[in-house]
């Protein structure tokens, strides 16, 4: 449908009102959601191949949103890292896990996604710090997942926060590996702690041989610059057996465990469940 105002000409979408404002809306209700304390944290595991021992969990953030019910992070972090929102629902996140790791009876490390918003703003580093401080977390057991999205925004700062975390003793994880358009670049100006190949690459090894070529490429490409490789998107047997024949150290999806609650809310065994 075509619309005319004034002197400009406006393709009409019916529905297109109701997308953009149902957006604006959403991108309000995010800015309170971290006060109304409607954000929650989901943990899955991430397991050692050879010894199939846990290693630790990644964080991922849910929003129990009042009258839509629970949104996915797909969905609204996007709209947080446009209208800025990112900044302190990802202070949150990082705080909240750190708060629930440190309460673990294990000493499992934890992994938080930092958002390439994240990464190029000038606190980065100093925050983090704080929030280990503040909740007692050993530098150590944290482990900050990143995309080289930021890497290429703003290059010289991404690396600068980079670097002053990993000397805070934080271990840094390049999540997403393959999906993007740098990423040998970029492996080549970090020393990375460790590789996950992007969940689509296992996703589609069962029928398609090039998606299991790139996996045996990357994990050559770990194994000669000495950094270990975590596959995610592990769903079947025969995705896991692929990997422990192909060498890979570290795996995590569907078929090892999917996101659930704290693992401190859970009882390890029936003896400690509480009456
Ligand atoms: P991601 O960092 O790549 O996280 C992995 C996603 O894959 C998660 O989706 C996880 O639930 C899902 N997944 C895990 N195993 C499997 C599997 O075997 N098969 C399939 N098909 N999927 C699997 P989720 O939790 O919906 O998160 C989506 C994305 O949202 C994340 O992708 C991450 O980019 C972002 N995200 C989640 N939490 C946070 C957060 O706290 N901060 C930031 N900045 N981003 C977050
Ligand atoms: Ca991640
Ligand atoms: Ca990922
Ligand atoms: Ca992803």
Redesign the pocket.
């Known amino acids: 449908a075509k619309a005319q105002i004034g002197e400009r000409i406006c393709y009409y979408e019916p529905g297109m009102d109701e997308i953009a404002r149902a957006r604006r809306q959403l991108a309000n209700d995010l800015r309170l959601a971290v006060e109304r304390d409607e954000l929650v944290?989901?943990y899955?595991p991430q397991c050692q191949l050879r010894s199939g021992q846990l290693s630790g969990y990644?964080?991922?953030?849910r929003w129990h949103h009042p009258l839509h019910g629970l949104v996915?992070?797909?969905e609204f972090?996007p709209i947080a890292e446009e209208s800025g929102a990112?900044l302190q629902?990802?202070e949150w996140?990082l705080a909240q896990a750190c708060r629930e790791a440190a309460t673990w009876h294990s000493h499992h490390r934890v992994a938080?996604?930092?958002?390439p918003v994240?990464l190029v703003q000038q606190d980065l580093a100093p925050m983090v710090g704080r929030v280990l401080t503040e909740t007692g977390l050993s530098a150590s057991r944290l482990e900050l997942?990143i995309?080289e999205s930021a890497i290429i925004t703003d290059k010289v700062r991404a690396l600068n926060n980079l670097r002053q975390l990993k000397e805070l003793g934080v271990a840094i994880a390049m999540?997403?590996f393959g999906t993007g358009y740098s990423s040998l670049d970029t492996l080549h100006s970090f020393p990375f702690d460790k590789i996950k190949i992007?969940?689509s690459f296992l996703?589609e090894s069962d029928q398609n041989e090039q998606a299991r070529a790139i996996i045996r490429a990357v994990l050559a490409l770990g194994s000669s610059l000495r950094i270990p490789v975590l596959a995610?998107?592990?769903?079947t047997a025969s995705q896991f057996e692929l990997l422990i024949s192909e060498g890979c150290e570290e795996a995590?999806?569907?078929?090892l465990g999917?996101?659930d609650r704290a693992p401190s809310l859970k009882s390890e065994s029936p003896d400690t469940v509480p009456e």
């Open positions: 944290l989901l899955q990644e964080a991922l953030v996915s992070p797909a972090i990112i629902i990802g996140v938080v996604n930092v958002s994240q997942e995309t999540d997403d992007d969940k996703l995610e998107g592990v769903e995590q999806g569907y078929f999917r996101p």
